[in-house]
């Protein structure tokens, strides 16, 4: 029997006595060595719950296993029913026979002990290593993940590194006694689009390389779709469907699979954009908002006095105009001022310089014609307080004493919005996350606005509700004319349904044009690179460039002001920032 | 438990008790280990007039006579003395023996100087009082002093008897050095102070008053009392002066230890302030004194620890407290009194007191409230901490106060002050009466015992009946030994003279 | 270290409010230094007299040209004289400080020494009996004023064993130790009782909280024992609650535990104070609420320093 | 609420503690009921320092009041300073901490300096001088324990506050135009409960060892009246003549001490996200 892992009726409960609960229901599947296995399925699905069963670390976090086996061969070829293993025996195999990273890689480090002592300690445990024999092969590792400059980061601390680093550092960690298993839980889901990009290229990488088998847990198809040869499909607790990567994708069978590939928003270059507005309507309409030369710049300060050393110019001389039925997406990675422009439009933060302004589809600037949805359900409504009083808030903030019209108000938008009438009285922990972001679009709309600010309004959700949710803003928008300014990083959820797309990158935008136009035919350097990091499921094994270029430092010296942005147009309604070395070159 | 444990247990103990007890070194033999809960506030002799700071500096300091233990008056820096019979020349002889710790003489130079220093306003003694008759001092030779003085002060030798009237060397006057340090003539020398910690008494080798009997005294500040019975149960002290009779009544229990009890001349008094309604009505007051149960108190508050007094508590001139006014409670005529003078339905008041001066004043309180109740009358207690309630009391900011007096030897000295009408606490007492001020003008003038008992016993008796305020009882000085302490004699103004012949065995 | 040095500047404006409150409190007290010596008696002293004594005590200005002497004494590290000892008061101070200090480290030490492990302990078998029991101890710990556990202590040893910690002076370590130890294990068990609870309880739930984290996983996915996890991942995360407290716990001990020092009869800094409120000592009270806020201060420093060496993320700020 | 009581009463320390307080609190309105044995006040003086017995339960003390009585009413005494000394540094300490939070700059500098100046004044020579200023009795022991904790409820409050502060839906708030105080009450103040709620559970169990430890020096409630510091401080001397003055007392305020504690453990548990999470 040279399988590496073979699972057959696996059972896993949380809590004892009345309070047990059982959470897996029985999960087969097999793993041939250098194979990699993907578990897609959403939160609640049992995925990590698997993961973490197959190297026991379930039992540190309240967990059981109820029942069925787990046969793991090990390198010396033993084989053992993981399923009950002793915890000193489960000790020697942890590391040394089944690495794991997770998903949240600031989180899971240790932050008051450096990455050099953290990756030590994995091949002293596993390996018996000297201290000095530990720090050399710790080098390696670093290397071996390709962390530049890696002797002097033996000495760093994981707050100084960043999510892409740490998880290399985790990756490194756990492949460092070449075990025969990997187990990878949500990886990148923390991660920026590009930065997912490398790691999966690197995990990609040392798979060739070494032969590890891998379990790779996911939501996102796209990233099946580059990195499976087997896929197993789960959910609440049961598998619906399992097989070959291209059977799974070219033959769903299983209704759910088959929703997870085609209802779920994939990314496609372009193909599957929303109509859009005719340029001349749009050059006949008033913008619902129109912004010009937006900047925002924090004051940075050094020293025992704060002395002002410069600003970060976090958003700079921003200009764009939204006409109303129409979606502005506003995309860019972390750190590239697309949430900085947001909250300034809505006097969250101080512009330092830029006018923008809003109308009212009559023409009429209104108390409050812009409003906000954030990107976390769970953080922007205040769990104390029960429905009706979240969605008085912005009736009352406007000076209105709720009556009953406002009340009738709320019962129409939570239908709307698709909640039930009966939940003015709930508090917020009783809706699941998709409802929510309904929640919040309903209060949102409470005081009828023409400008809706989405600021990653779906990110935090399951990728079938993400679909939902955006169904019912495309709805909304047809049905009141609403403008979006739809602030993501997603450039699937984009696609779905942006009409007009802008490319934010360190502060500024470096492209703007037609949805279209920019996705299928990227113009900037900047957009080509993160659009080849988009993963797809049409893109199979594909294996990422592995590349590192980092984000400029936003940090200007006193008195900085930038040159005068010089535009290139490029086809109709698609325009690109000509970088300064070469808006140079063209000058000369 | 299980008997390992146990075991184990034990073993701990026993390292604790031995690191405990390895603290309890044995002192050189024939020092004495003493403890006491207040310590002196300063060491100047002429200022402080604390008991705390007087009985430290009775050990170092000595006036020129001295009152023992039957408040006679005795000899110490002088020898002898003679009083002219206008009462108005006061000769001491001084003992040509008695030198200072710093090996000077004491002449008649010093005690000029020191009396001088004590009259000088700018010194600030409060005692001044007490011998503000002294008009001149003569000095014919070294050994001889005569006082002047400006008007017939028969008290006057008593009050030299303080410690607050003790000689000091001139050239320390002149140096400025009184209250810093004390270089007196008393039988020990003060080695060092640590106030509220600890001080080091050695004997006085050259003291004319004989031989010292320990080789000095070690003192502790030991401010609870709790603490000081424990540390004489564990042997870490030889003698302890105690205040508190609740702590004091388990010395006995103790084998071993010997509890000394002393009746004192301060008394326990329940102030009127007759300067305020209704207690201006001399009935009200009356009514007040027979609604009191003396002895109800005494028991409750002193565990019975003390002696019903009137006003006079000094041995020679104190009557017998039954034939006094009202003194055996009696309800019935309590509320007649109330109602003659129209307080039928009684009246409410406060009663001040001070937190732990003494230690029984709340106790005291509580149960004067009760017993006056009876009367109708609702008192309200309000306990301040010491300062406050002297800063209250001087100002005779209150209602009715309950407080512990201190007493003198002589009546005159004890009273003038409250009790003439030139008395510098007339505003506390609050209350003038020509038939008081009568009586004190003709004992201070009186050279004769048996006249002046006379006149004070006649005192003694006006002023329990007309009670501007109620007198009750006096309590004990309590000293506590272990058995190989001998010879110590108490005194009742709670001198710890009696020290300086104290041996251990 | 900016962090620190910005801590260091807001100092002597936290100590110029200390000055003026403590200033104003003892003052506001009724009754003054010369009520305080002479009592009752005082009432006999003529105005003259008074006047001298005033100027004697330095009672005889208005409180704004006493409290600006004070001041520029205090600047020139001269806090006063001392009227009850008749010496400066830092002298004073300085002598009383080294037990009270001595108490408050024997007092962490025990609570360090006998909470963290407790602590730590119960958190590895939540909801056991063992951490029951634990828990319990705490509880009882916390629950049970330390005055009458003092008084019982004294009471069992002297009435039953007839022996009793050296009171009334301070034998110093330097001269005696094994004296010292005996005189202070008492009353530092006495006082660190309730600390000791505080420690124990604070460990335990910033050890359970900790246990929770992402990374104590990691650590058991490489392979590490649960007690590899525990004192070599966890402790020194769930370190930072325990110093929090053990600061402001210790902060409060250097302050004078006044009641111990009572009962134990120490003369330690917390009885100074309280004796020197009582005999309206001004300028001691002022000089050594002072000093006692200067430590309070220097200790939240300390605890600060502690903070910077534990977690990297302070002392290293952000992402470099 | 209803969820509250039942999750409340499905912990079992919580339970304890929950009885333990509701229980005390019962026996000191039923005392205030007159509900009592005897007159707490009334002193049978006869019958002094008797040990525990059929007509006493707990004996009578040195006045030859029934300490029973006079226990069931210092328990009432020690809640009443114990709750409103609480209650109103719970209170001042809220405002200058939500305040100083929201208000930032010169106004958080200044109310957390003077804060630092409290805080820096060792607590028992704060209320010692506090009492000393205005004069012993109930009302200053209140005052005096409130100015203690003051400072510690201001910090308490400050930390959350600030992070409220940045949470998302108070940014929704500011981008709905709501106004300063709206969002203080509801969107801060309500969430801030939690927290609150068990540090006041907390504070409760200190402020009534406070108590006994000012009664002990003379300094808290006053005479005749009782409670339990009082009653503790009065028998001391009592000790070996009457250990029983020493025990019941000393036993009240333990267990009333160790069911605030229980209790706040267990709102802890139950507030406490971090531990919910831990629960789900």
């Known amino acids: 029997m040279n399988r590496l892992l073979s699972v057959r009726g696996l059972k896993v409960g949380f809590g004892r006595g009345n309070a047990a609960k059982t959470v897996v229901h029985g999960v087969d599947f097999d793993l041939e060595p250098g194979e990699t296995l993907a578990i897609v399925g959403e939160s609640g699905s049992g995925k990590s719950v698997t993961a973490l069963s197959i190297n026991r670390l379930i039992d540190d976090g309240g967990g059981r296993i109820l029942g069925g086996r787990m046969e793991f061969t090990t390198a010396r070829g033993e084989v053992i029913d993981l399923a009950c293993a002793t915890d000193r025996r489960m000790e020697t195999i942890r590391g040394s026979e089944i690495g794991m990273i997770f998903q949240e890689p600031m989180t899971s480090l240790n932050p008051v002990i450096p990455i050099g002592r953290q990756i030590e300690e994995a091949f002293r445990l596993q390996r018996g290593l000297g201290r000095a024999a530990a720090r050399l092969e710790t080098l390696n590792a670093l290397e071996r993940v390709r962390i530049p400059d890696a002797e002097r980061r033996l000495g760093y601390y994981p707050h100084q590194l960043s999510g892409g680093m740490l998880q290399r550092v985790m990756i490194a960690m756990a492949l460092a006694a070449n075990p025969r298993l990997l187990i990878a839980d949500e990886p990148t889901t923390a991660l920026d689009v590009s930065v997912q990009a490398q790691i999966m290229a690197l995990l990609a990488e040392l798979r060739r390389e070494t032969g590890t088998g891998m379990i790779f847990i996911t939501h996102d198809m796209g990233l099946v779709a580059g990195i499976a040869d087997r896929v197993l499909v789960m959910i609440a607790g049961r598998v619906v469907e399992q097989g070959r990567l291209d059977d799974i994708f070219d033959r769903p069978r299983h209704p759910y699979t088959q929703h997870l590939l085609q209802a779920v928003p994939h990314f496609s270059h372009g193909r599957k954009v929303r109509r859009h507005m005719s340029p001349a309507g749009r050059e006949m309409a008033r913008p619902a908002l129109k912004v010009e030369g937006l900047t925002v710049r924090f004051p940075a300060t050094a020293g025992l006095l704060r002395r002002p050393v410069g600003a970060i110019h976090a958003v700079e001389g921003i200009g764009f105009d939204v006409m109303p039925g129409e979606t502005l997406a506003v995309v860019g990675e972390s750190g590239s001022g697309k949430s900085t422009t947001a909250r300034a439009l809505l006097g969250l933060v101080k512009p330092s310089s830029g006018t923008f302004s809003v109308m009212s589809a009559e023409g009429l600037a209104r108390r409050k014609p812009m409003q906000m949805v954030f990107q976390n359900p769970y953080a922007s409504l205040n769990p104390r307080l029960d429905v009706e009083g979240l969605l008085a808030e912005p009736v009352l903030a406007g000076g209105v004493r709720p009556d009953a019209s406002t009340r009738q108000r709320m019962v129409a938008l939570l239908e709307r919005v698709g909640l039930p009438a009966d939940s003015l009285r709930r508090f917020p922990h009783e809706f699941s996350g998709g409802q929510r972001q309904r929640l919040c679009i309903a209060r949102a709309l409470m005081v009828d606005p023409s400008v809706l600010v989405l600021d990653e309004a779906v990110s935090a959700l399951d990728v079938s509700v993400q679909a939902r949710v955006l169904d019912l803003l495309i709805d909304l928008q047809n049905e009141l004319k609403l403008a979006y300014l739809f602030v993501s990083h997603d450039m699937a959820v984009v696609e779905r349904i942006a009409h007009r797309i802008a490319v934010l990158y360190a502060g500024r935008i470096v492209e703007i044009g037609r949805a279209d136009a920019v996705l299928s035919n990227p113009r900037h350097d900047y957009t080509r690179r993160l659009i080849a990091a988009v993963p797809t499921t049409e893109r199979r094994r594909d294996v990422f460039r592995l590349e590192t270029a980092a984000v400029p430092s936003l940090l200007r010296p006193r008195g900085y002001e930038p040159p005068e942005a010089v535009w290139q147009v490029c086809g109709e309604d698609h325009q690109v920032l000509v970088e300064r070395a070469a808006a140079a070159k063209e000058i000369r | 438990m299980k008997p390992g444990m146990t075991r184990r247990l034990l073993a701990c103990a026993a390292v604790v008790a031995g690191l405990v007890g390895a603290s309890v070194a044995p002192a050189a033999a024939a020092t004495l280990k003493m403890a006491w809960a207040q310590d002196a506030t300063g060491l100047d002799p002429h200022k402080q007039t604390a008991f705390s700071s007087i009985r430290l500096l009775e050990l170092v300091y000595e006036p020129l006579v001295r009152l023992n233990g039957d408040l006679k008056v005795v000899p110490a820096l002088a020898t002898e003395w003679t009083f002219a019979p206008d009462a108005k020349t006061l000769t001491f002889k001084l003992d040509p023996k008695a030198k200072f710790h710093n090996g000077q003489p004491v002449t008649s130079a010093d005690v000029k100087a020191s009396f001088t220093r004590i009259l000088d306003q700018a010194t600030g003694a409060a005692a001044r009082a007490n011998y503000a008759s002294i008009a001149s001092i003569d000095t014919p030779d070294d050994r001889t002093v005569v006082f002047n003085l400006s008007q017939p002060d028969v008290p006057l030798l008593t009050a030299m008897g303080s410690v607050n009237a003790a000689i000091v060397p001139a050239s320390e006057i002149a140096a400025g050095k009184i209250g810093t340090a004390a270089i007196g003539s008393g039988p020990f020398k003060l080695e060092s102070w640590e106030p509220n910690s600890r001080e080091v008494l050695k004997a006085n080798s050259e003291w004319a008053g004989g031989k010292v009997g320990v080789d000095g005294i070690d003192i502790k500040v030991l401010p609870d009392e709790n603490a000081i019975l424990a540390a004489l149960r564990a042997k870490q002290v030889d003698f302890a002066l105690l205040n508190d009779p609740l702590v004091a009544t388990l010395v006995p229990r103790v084998a071993g230890l010997t509890l000394n009890r002393k009746p004192v001349l301060s008394y326990h008094v329940l102030q009127l302030n007759p300067s305020r309604k209704p207690m201006t009505e001399l009935a009200v007051r009356q009514a007040i004194s027979c609604a009191i149960d003396r002895k109800d108190i005494l028991d409750t508050a002193l565990l019975g620890e003390g002696e019903i007094t009137g006003p006079l508590t000094m041995p020679q001139y104190r009557s017998d407290p039954n034939t006094l006014f009202c003194y055996s409670r009696d309800l019935a005529k309590a509320r007649k009194l109330m109602a003659d003078a129209g307080y039928a339905d009684g009246f409410s008041a406060t009663v001040i007191a001070a937190t732990g001066e003494p230690p029984t004043a709340a106790a005291e309180a509580q149960v004067i409230q009760s017993q006056l109740k009876d009367i109708g009358i609702k008192l309200d207690i309000k306990l301040m901490e010491l300062n406050v309630y002297v800063d209250t009391w001087l100002k005779g900011d209150f209602d009715m106060a309950v407080a512990l007096n201190g007493g003198r030897a002589d009546p005159y000295s004890m009273y003038n002050r409250y009790w003439t009408k030139a008395g510098n606490l007339q505003k506390v007492a609050n209350y003038i009466d020509d038939t008081l001020d009568d009586l004190m003008q003709k004992g201070r003038v009186e050279t004769d015992p048996a006249k002046r008992k006379e006149i004070f016993a006649a005192f003694d008796r006006h002023l329990a009946e007309v009670s501007p305020w109620i007198w009750l009882y006096t309590g004990y000085a309590y000293t506590a030994q272990q058995q190989n302490v001998q010879g110590f004699v108490p005194t009742p103004d709670g001198s710890l003279f009696g020290l300086a012949k104290v041996t251990l065995k | ?320 | 609420m209803n969820r509250f009581l039942t999750r409340l009463l499905d912990h079992s320390s919580g339970r304890i503690g929950g009885v333990i307080v509701l229980a005390y609190i019962l026996i000191a309105l039923a005392a205030q009921a007159g509900l009592t044995p005897y007159d707490p006040l009334q002193q049978f003086r006869i019958e002094r320092l008797q040990g525990p017995s059929l007509a006493h339960w707990m004996g009578t003390d040195m006045f030859g009041r029934d300490v029973l009585s006079r226990l069931m009413i210092g328990i009432g005494q020690s809640f009443l300073v114990a709750f409103s000394s609480v209650g109103i540094a719970a209170l001042a300490g809220t405002l200058l901490g939500l305040t100083a939070a929201w208000f930032g700059h010169l106004w958080d500098g200044l109310v957390m300096r003077l804060m630092d100046v409290l805080l820096a004044f060792p607590a028992i020579l704060l209320a010692l001088l506090f009492i000393a200023v205005v004069g012993p009795g109930t009302f200053t022991s209140i005052l005096a324990i409130a100015f203690v904790y003051t400072p510690i409820f201001t910090r308490v409050v400050r930390g959350p506050a600030l992070s409220l502060k940045a949470r998302d839906f108070v940014d929704a708030a500011r981008t709905f135009g709501s106004s300063t105080s709206y969002i203080l009450s509801r969107h801060l103040m309500l969430n801030l409960v939690a927290p609150l709620t068990v540090q006041v559970t907390l504070a409760l169990a200190w402020s009534l060892l406070t108590e006994s430890g000012l009664s002990f020096l003379g300094l808290g409630t006053q005479p005749p009246a009782s409670s339990l510091g009082l009653m503790l401080s009065d028998s001391v001397n009592l000790m070996e003549m009457a250990p029983w003055l020493l025990v019941f007392p000393g036993l009240a305020i333990m267990i009333g001490i160790l069911g605030f504690n229980l209790l706040g453990d267990a709102l802890r548990d139950i507030l406490d996200p971090r531990s919910r999470r831990a629960l789900a």
């Not at chain 3, 003529?46 to 205090?74: C, I, M």
């Not at chain 3, 000892?85 to 004073?92: A, E, F, H, R």
């Not at chain 3, 009353?187 to 992402?214: C, E, H, N, Q, W």
């Open chain 3, 1 to 320: 270290m900016t962090y620190l040095l910005r801590r260091l500047i807001t100092f002597p404006l936290v100590m110029l409010g200390v000055s003026v409150l403590v200033f104003v409190a003892i003052r506001l007290v009724p009754g003054d230094s010369i009520t305080a010596m002479l009592g009752t008696e005082a009432g006999l002293l003529t105005p003259e007299q008074k006047q001298a004594l005033a100027a004697y005590f330095g009672l005889d200005h208005s409180w704004p040209v006493q409290y600006g002497r004070w001041l520029l004494g205090v600047l020139s590290a001269d806090l006063g004289l001392s009227v009850t000892y008749g010496k400066p008061v830092l002298d004073v101070i300085l002598e009383r400080f080294p037990l009270t200090l001595q108490l408050a480290c024997l007092s962490m030490l025990i609570a360090i020494g006998i909470g963290l492990p407790l602590g730590v302990f119960a958190a590895t078998r939540k909801e056991r009996g063992s951490d029951l029991a634990v828990r319990i101890f705490a509880m009882i710990g916390q629950s049970t004023p330390s005055f009458v556990i003092g008084l019982m202590i004294i009471y069992v040893l002297s009435a039953g064993f007839g022996v009793l910690p050296a009171m009334g002076q301070f034998i110093p370590f330097s001269e005696d130790p094994l004296g010292n130890l005996g005189q202070l294990i008492l009353p530092s068990l006495t006082l660190g009782l309730s600390f000791t609870a505080s420690v124990t309880r604070i460990s335990r739930s910033a050890m359970l909280d900790v246990l929770s984290d992402d990374y104590v996983r990691t650590a058991r996915s490489k392979g590490a024992t649960r007690r590899r996890v525990i004192w070599r991942h966890a402790l020194p995360n769930a370190l930072i609650p325990v110093v929090t407290l053990s600061g402001v716990e210790f902060g409060y001990l250097l302050g004078g535990a006044v009641l111990v020092e009572q009962i134990f009869a120490l003369p330690g800094l917390g009885r100074m104070v309280l004796d020197a409120i009582l005999q309206r000592d001004y300028a001691l009270v002022q000089g050594s609420v002072l000093f006692v806020a200067l430590n309070f201060m220097i200790v939240n420093l300390l605890v600060d320093l502690a903070y910077v060496m534990l977690d990297p993320r302070i002392r290293l700020g952000g992402r470099s």
